[in-house]
């Protein structure tokens, strides 16, 4: 069966994020699905990280320090994103103004004004 392709842009390639890959990697165990997710754009501000992801996907087109580079691009619809707590609120909400569907990773905000 044919499986429709969810492009997603990975912001933060630590742990969470090569967990994220890793899932990502072994979509076929998810029977009847018609879609699957397919890491197309990876960001860290540090660069020793993208080379796990470079070397294990071969779908990576975009790799960057600045993770607006992946919300600009037309190659990712939708995005991951495993950064520290406190740069939640404002990389979520410019995840989503970007028009990117969003995976944010708990806890959404560091305290209620940030949630
Ligand atoms: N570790 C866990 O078991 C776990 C479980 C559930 C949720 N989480 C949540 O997931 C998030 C990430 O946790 P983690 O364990 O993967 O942390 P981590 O420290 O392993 O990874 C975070 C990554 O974000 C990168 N980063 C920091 N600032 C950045 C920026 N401006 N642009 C791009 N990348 C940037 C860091 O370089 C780092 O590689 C946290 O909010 C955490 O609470 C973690």
Redesign the pocket.
């Known amino acids: 069966m044919a499986k429709k392709q969810l492009r997603f842009g990975v ?7 090569r967990e994220f890959g890793s899932a990502a990697a072994r979509w076929c165990h998810f029977l009847n699905l018609d879609f699957e997710p397919v890491i197309t754009g990876i ?4 660069v020793a ?1 993208h080379e796990w992801f470079t070397d294990n996907f071969d779908s990576v087109k975009i790799k960057t ?1 600045y ?1 607006h580079d992946l919300l600009a691009s037309n190659e990712i619809d939708a995005i991951y994103c ?4 406190h ?2 609120a404002q990389m979520y909400v410019d995840i989503l103004n970007a028009g990117k569907h969003l995976l944010g ?3 959404f905000g560091i305290e209620l004004s940030a949630n």
């Open positions: 912001i933060g390639l630590g742990l969470m994020g960001c860290d501000t540090n990280l320090t993770y495993a950064v520290p707590h740069l939640h990773e708990k806890t």
